[in-house]
Structures are given as structure tokens and as C-alpha cells.
């Protein structure tokens, strides 16, 4: 085991956050957009909802069900080819976050679209007898009564992110994974590995508090 | 008076895995401008659905809805949103909006009706002051009673001023005292605003404290209509008469006629009681004239709406010709059944009522 040596770590270490950081902040903005809109779309055109459309509702579920049980390590390699033309490189943590905001954002659509489901028929029938249109009723009613539930649903996705950006990270996205695995473990330096562990903790430990302070805000029961 | 809803021969049916549910069954009825009118039935007898049809969130299979001379059966899309804003409804379950406070619920209606925020603020003041929720404004529904958010629901109802109100089971998830608060509101409601309140409930005292006229629906058609005093007074269908004689209990139930029956070996008849202008001694004067005893041995006579009615529950004995002319004798004056002998091998309904 060799000596941990401070200087040489930790200035290393601060960029590997600030790289983790871009790839969970950059992806989660990303999949969020992308996933609650796909998990609105997906509610929408369900048999029986406002919008609803069995060919879109078909090809999404379809798609959804096809991405999500590949493993992400198999996502972010199949995606090297995408990632390269699209930045001419698949170093950095800017490319990384094309696997990271493809595998979230159907994650999302899917923990949006549970969560839509969940809203209570009474408050929804309650907008139609008021009069309100069947969009007005999805935006007014369906999601600001989801809203609560979905802020916990996305905390656990910003957390299942940082652990997938550690992957990303070995595959060239830099970060706390690549310093973990080829500054630590791969010159036996668990102290640093021991390091990067810890702030991992403290990354998903702050993810979740943001999480919990928000929907606590907007949920009221 | 004139009409504010019409159910002009409304049937609905389901179809579900290839069978075919009838919900509605040629109802036709018509609810005058600012009556209270209860619709009553079990489960399953399709009050709601008909209820539904009001405001449009079920549509007839054939017959038509109108209310306030439009018919709300054939309107779509942004004609049915403004159809929609002039009927309240309130719900069993209350359906306040979990993320919003009092204040914004009460708000919601009055902002798809498009009205400025200071509009909005006074509307909302108002109503709450007329529901007496002032001090919870800014109170979630979570934080709330039941009672509280039924009143809630009902002062949302009534933000647009609507001209007619629909009440799904209001009062069905209520304790009994709370019952009576909402009902006590939707009275001042008819009253004060003069809103037409259409409600449908399988709580037939709701029925009697509050509405002016009751349906009685049964397996997806109406079986009695009429004004309450005639309904409850001299109820026709059976039905009808399993509901009323559960809130007024001056006719025997099956178990206490065969406590009756046990005592009394002699005939029984019932003789109905109500307002009658002239107060001759009738009964004592038909024992006399006839040579029969009379001895009560059930009965009640009950208010409703100011008047009295009810019924007597009597043993005559004597001679079966006298008894005979006796029942004769009463008849001239009220109503008479006689119950079947005790041996006689009939079902509850008909040993009371026959």
C-alpha cells in the first residue's frame, strides 16, 4: 500500500468533484426536462386520459420498457459512437452526460407517470365538473397534485445519478469514479478510495436533504 | 315556477367485456327553479350516474338533459366548460385540492371564469364568511375536519354563483352532528342564494330534513316521485316504503309484528293518520256502533313539514261480521289495511303493508 500523499490528492480530488458535479447537475437538468415531459406524455395519451392516443402511448411504453433494464455500464458503451460525433470526443464530463440523461430521462418518465397516475380521480373529476378544460385540468390539477410525490420520485433518480456518474466516469467522464479507480484502486491507495467514498456519501446524503426541504414545501399533507 | 333541470326519457348503459349494464332507465323528471329535490336509492340504483348526466360527466346513451333551458347532453368542448361553471357540485369525498389552500380552492373556479385577483379576493371573503371558515384561509385541507371540507367544497360550488347545485352523497363520509351542520348550510344555501339543489343520497333522512321533493330510484329507474309529505306519508312502492318506515317507525318490522302476533290472536289493522281539518272521535264511535274492541298495539304519528301523519296499528275484537263492518265503518274516515293472519306465509313486506 503506497503513502497517501495530500498534495498530490487532493488537488486532484477538487476537480474530480467539480467533473461529478457537472455530469449529475448537467444530466439531471437534462433528464428532468426531457423525462417529466415524456412521463406527461405518457399519462396524457394513455387509454382513457385527456389525450389519449395508443400509438404514442404504444411506441413510448415501448421504449421506455426496452431502455431501462440494460445495464448503464452497457448504455454508456453502445453510446461511445453518438457521444464521439456529437463532441468529437467521448472524453470529459460533457459527453458522459448523453448516456447519463438517456438512461435517467426514461427513468424519469416513468416515475413521473406513476406519480400522475396516483392523483386522486375525485380531484381531477372535480376540475371537469368546475368547468376547466382537459389541459387545464392536467396542469392545474394532475401535476401540482403530483408534485410532492414526483420531487421525491426525481431525488431518488439525482441520487441513482450519482452513483451511474461514477461509471461514466471510468468510461472518460473523469470524476470521483475515475480518481476512485485509477488514482486509488489501481495504485493501492485505499486512503484515497477511502476519501472518495466519503464524499460520495456526503454528495447523495446533500442530494437527498435538497430533496426532502422541497417536497416538504410542496406537499401539504 | 319554472323548470330548472329536465330528465326527459334519459337511459345509460355500460358496456364492459362484452355485457351490457343498464344504469339509467327512461328516467324522466323535472326539478322546478329553486327546490331542493332528493333523489334516494340503495347502491347500485343509479342516483349518481343520473346526478352525473347534470353537469355532463356521463352522457346519456339515449333521452336528453336540460338545464336552464340548454341541453347540456349535446354541448362540447368550450360550450361545456361555461355550461359546467354555472352548476356547483359537491362530492362525497370533498375532492378539495390537497396542494392548494382553502383561499386557492376556493379561488380555482373563479379563476377559470376569468375574474381579476381583487374580484377573486372579495368572491372568496364572502364565501367564506357565509361558510364560516374565515379563520382558515390559508389552512391546507389536510389540516381540516371533515365538516370543514365539506363546507369548503360547497362554498367552492357556489363561487360562480351558479344557478344550480348537484350534491353527490355530500353528507354520506359525515358523523351524524356534522351532518347536520352541512345540511343546515346547504338549507340557507336554497334559501338565501335561491340555488336549485338536486341531491341524490341513500340516507333518506337526509331526503326528509331537507329536500321539498324526493324520486326514489331503484336498478336504474325512478319508482316514486312526488312532494315529501305525500312520498313519506302514503309510500307506494315497496321500496319506498323499506326506506321510510327505516326513518319513521310507527309501522311495525317483521320481528315486532311477531311479537304482536304472539300477544294479540285477533285481527290488526292499520289505519293510516294524518292532518285532517275535522277532529271527530272516530275510532270509539266505529267500536261503539259495531260492538268491537279496539286495542292499540303499535303506531306513531310523526311531523313532516308542518303537518302531521302516521299510522295505528290496531287489534279489533269481536265477531268476524262485526269486525268486518268495523273496518267498513273505518274506512269512511281514513285508510285501512288489514295485516294477514298470523299463519299465513307471506314476506316481511307484505305482512306490514298489505
Redesign the interface.
Known sequence: MRDFDPNAFFPRFWVAVGETGIMVVVAFAGAAVIGVLLGLLLYASRPGNLLQNRAIFAVLNLVINVVRPIPFLIVAIALIPLTRSLFGTGLGPLPQTIPLIIVACVAIARVSESNLVAV?P??I?????????PA?VLF??VV??A??PLTLGLTYILVALVDATAVAGVLGGGGLGSLAMNYGYQRFDWISVGIVVLALIVLVQLAQFLGNAVARK???? | MSTAIAFENVSKSFTSKGRTVDALRDVSLTVEKGEIFGIVGFSGAGKSTLLRTVNALERPTSGRVVVDGREISALQGRALYAARQRIGMVFQQFNLLESRNVYKNIAYPLRLAGLSEAETLDRVEELLRFVGLTDKALAYPSQLSGGQKQRVGIARALATRPDVLISDEATSALDPQTTGEVLALLRRVNEEYGVTILLVTHEIDVVRELAHKVAVMEDGAVVEHGSIYDVFSSPRHPTTRRFVSSVLHHIPSAEALAKIRAVHRGRLVQLHVEDRDTNHPFLSQVSRAHDVDVNVVFGGVDELQGRLFGSLTVELLGTDAAVDAAIAGLRETTTVSELPAPDARTSEKEAVHA
Open positions: 386522486s375525485g380531484s373529476e372535480a376540475g371537469a365538473a368546475m368547468g376547466a378544460s387545464r392545474t390539477i401540482p397534485e408534485l410532492g410542496v406537499m401539504h399533507r
